[in-house]
């Protein structure tokens, strides 16, 4: 018996607030009228929360060795992915040493081919393997960026994502990304309110200051094109996710239809090495913005950015605070970092998992230097925390 | 109109727990058998789902059902979901329930998991749909393409060989690439016995479960070329489109077949482009159920490729689906049981049996299927 072998697997879900960004109060800007893929139908398009956005709520990965030693990662998933980290992934886990994070992430991908490879199985897996690397940078008392090759730049520089940018500019951002309100169902209406409102937000931020456009899988492409179009006088830095993730020949007509005067971006829904060698084979993306919490974790993300750098491409990953830092810092090709603004009006910096974390960091005047703190330097806060009860279904304390 | 009541999930109970299955306890290539603790069996590493029996309750008193895999996994994503999206909704609007819960569940589906819940609650709708025009699902699908639909059954067990009523014979190849040439020799020997029992007439095809890669493929297909194989299934890993594209360019008479672990049209437009699959193998209860295993039916026909639905024999849904489209000649069965401890109680009925090698859907009004709760369930 190894001190280091793993012990102990556990999952936790949560209530408000944490991995999931859209588990929020109906005040909060993120779950009222943004574009998505449930716009086109009426009941649907008022607020996020309508159709369930919110639905399945953060997951927790605990892993303990036999030292004592326990490390932790977060996604999104509730009790579906409780279930897959519990009863199906631990047992690659149990009696191994956390260092074989390239085996264990391997044997749960071909362990769940079946009925994973995107979605949720692949959250349960990214947390699994970032509490992997927090338990491993805990037992060798290392930051996990100094595991993964160390900084290549002394701090992190940001941009805000959330309704107000002329706010970020003065809290010392390099840009702002809106959310785009209206999709095509709101018509010739909803696209001038939407090119409206960045026009008014350029005019504000003055012509220096880099403004996007999220577009969260909202559009088709003859909308998307008009709307680029449109939007092309007000110099946006980029524009994402405007399709679905699988309509990659869309992204790839719009690539070429604006034609380098915006960059276009996505795929914070993608996942997997496979999914982004689709879109940066097909040129889909300009860049590409996978989610460490959902593409598979860190391991994975290390491999998507390799392959994006030979494509000469921009990983900058959504949201997910320390999990993206740690990467981030550690890359040429990721030379800034997103923030989302989670306040409600989006007029303060608070923590992106705001309030599951302890000691989460957070950028002052758009930057951000990492502390020297093991893993992933932050801590659970515990009282949030429940386990899911299988025979019953039923919620328990942790 | 009819409208939604309630959807229900839970997992299908059966009286004695399901004896261990061939399928699960022999060497079978597969994804994990390059690791030695995982090579024996594939029971030691798959994940312990049960089935899921779906119910889509109205106000007309009508209930419709349906079947999938992923037990408490993805009861929460039709339970917590998608029946927030049904309930007060008419089951007949069945296009528009299908893009809400695809929609819905981008962020955390597109393959995998959430699509088997809507796979299930589709085939209860369409089940549903049935009863209330009191015809068999078939006959809402386009009707009749074939009077019987033949049947090809999956199994290493001779004895079973032995039955010619099957046209032909599909066997779960026990070696990959990790087992070297001396596999590839324990392959052919296989097939060639195969071979030898069931004579010229009768097909074989290779199941290979994503166990090999590209240049193995092509290695096994010069080999098996003069036993007459019809077609080599699923030598790959469902995301490696770019190596069924390599397979699409080698010249050879044996088809290339796969899809079983492939979601929703767009994943099988990324198998047709790639020019290399000939034979598409979509699951009924885990590509997004009847409607959108017709839309890959269409989007096949335009490119002049069978779908031949992964054991589609064994599934009510599969039946009706086979039955209404021209371009789905015939149907995989499986004996999921031991032969020799003989077939038990099936809690799950109107799912016919083949009869002399052929097969047909239920005439009952819908999908025809019922769940007969065990004792000590409920």
């Known amino acids: 018996m190894h001190p280091d072998e793993i012990v102990a697997v556990r999952a936790y879900i949560v209530g408000e607030g944490g991995g999931d960004y859209h588990a929020q109060g109906q005040h909060h800007w993120i779950v009222q009228e943004i574009a998505t893929p449930m716009s086109q139908y009426p009941p649907y398009q008022k607020t996020r929360t309508s159709w369930g956005i919110n639905v399945l709520g953060t997951l927790v990965v605990e892993i303990e060795t036999r030292s004592g030693v326990v490390g932790f990662g977060v996604s999104t998933g509730g009790p579906p992915a409780a279930w897959i980290v519990e009863q199906h992934l631990s047992r690659f886990l149990i009696g191994q040493r956390p260092w074989d994070v390239e085996k264990l992430w391997d044997q749960m991908f071909r362990a769940t081919l079946f009925y994973g490879r995107k979605g949720l199985v692949m959250n349960a897996i990214s947390a699994v393997d970032l509490a992997l690397w927090d338990t491993l940078g805990r037992l060798r008392q290392e930051p996990v960026y100094a595991m993964i090759g160390g900084p290549v730049r002394d701090r992190l520089r940001f941009y805000a994502t959330g309704p107000r940018p002329d706010l970020a500019q003065s809290m010392g951002f390099i840009g702002g990304k809106l959310p785009l309100r209206y999709g095509p169902a709101s018509g010739d209406e909803g696209l001038r309110a939407n090119v409206e409102e960045f026009r008014r937000m350029r005019e504000r931020v003055g012509d220096d200051f880099w403004l996007m456009y999220d577009c969260w899988m909202a559009l088709d492409l003859p909308y998307a094109t008009r709307l680029a179009d449109a939007l092309s006088e007000y110099r946006p830095r980029w524009i994402e996710e405007c399709f679905p993730p699988d309509d990659i020949w869309a992204y790839q007509s719009l690539v070429n239809h604006v034609n380098g005067q915006m960059l276009v971006s996505t795929g914070e829904h993608e996942a997997t090495r496979w999914g982004f060698r689709l879109l940066l084979e097909s040129h889909a993306a300009d860049f590409i913005q996978p989610d460490v919490t959902w593409c598979g974790g860190l391991t994975e993300l290390l491999k998507i950015s390799a392959l994006a750098d030979t494509y000469g491409a921009w990983v900058i990953p959504h949201g997910s605070s320390v999990y993206s830092y740690h990467f981030v810092i550690t890359r040429t090709n990721s030379p800034f970092a997103e923030f989302l603004m989670m306040h409600p009006e989006a007029s303060e910096v608070v923590p992106m998992f705001s309030p599951l974390l302890i000691n989460e960091p957070v950028p002052v005047n758009g930057e951000l230097r990492l502390p020297e703190t093991p893993g992933f330097g932050v801590e659970l806060n515990r009282t949030l925390l429940r386990r899911v009860r299988w025979e019953s279904g039923a919620l328990e304390n942790a | ?378």
């Open chain 2, 1 to 378: 109109m009819i409208k939604i009541t309630s959807v229900d999930a839970e997992i299908i109970q059966h009286p004695d727990s399901p004896p261990p299955s061939w399928l699960g306890e022999s060497v079978i290539a597969n994804p994990m058998s390059i690791y030695p603790e995982y090579y024996a069996r594939r029971s030691s590493w798959t994940a312990p789902f049960g089935e899921v029996w779906v119910t889509v309750s109205t106000d007309a008193g009508i209930a419709g059902s349906g079947i999938t895999v992923g037990g408490d996994a993805v009861i929460p994503i039709i339970s917590r979901h998608f029946a927030r999206l049904l309930v007060g909704q008419d089951p007949f609007d069945i296009e528009k329930l299908w893009d809400q819960m695809f929609r819905a569940s981008l962020p955390y589906g597109r393959r995998g998991l959430a699509i088997h819940a809507i796979s299930a609650v589709d085939m209860a709708l369409w089940d549903i749909l049935g009863k209330a025009e009191n015809l068999p699902v078939y006959k809402l699908l386009g009707g009749s393409t074939k009077a019987q639909i033949p049947v090809y059954q999956t199994t290493n067990d001779p004895t079973d060989w032995a039955d010619s009523a099957f046209f032909g014979v599909k066997l779960a190849i026990p070696y990959g690439p990790i087992d070297g040439t001396e596999g590839i020799q324990g392959n052919v020997a296989l097939i060639k016995a195969c071979r030898e029992a069931i004579g010229p007439k009768r097909d074989i095809m290779l199941d290979c479960y994503m166990a090999w890669d590209v240049n193995y493929t092509l290695r096994m297909i010069d080999a098996v070329e003069p036993l007459g194989v019809r077609w080599v299934e699923e030598p790959l890993p469902p995301d490696d489109y770019h190596g069924y594209e390599q397979l699409g360019k080698y010249s050879t008479p044996v088809a290339i077949a796969t899809g079983e672990h492939e979601h929703t049209r767009w994943g099988f437009r990324e198998l047709i482009e790639t020019g290399g699959v000939t034979i598409l193998q979509p699951d009924l209860a885990w590509v997004g159920g009847i409607s959108e295993t017709r839309k890959i039916c269409a989007m096949a026909s335009a490119y002049g490729l069978q779908v031949i639905p992964h054991a589609g024999g064994l599934s009510a849904a599969g039946l009706h689906l086979i039955k209404s489209q021209v371009n789905v000649p015939f149907a995989e069965w499986v004996r999921t049981w031991d032969r020799d401890k003989g077939r038990p109680m099936s809690v799950i009925r109107g799912i016919p049996d083949p009869e002399n090698g052929a097969i047909n859907p239920s005439d009952d009004p819908g999908l025809g299927m019922s769940y007969i709760a065990s004792k000590g369930s409920q």
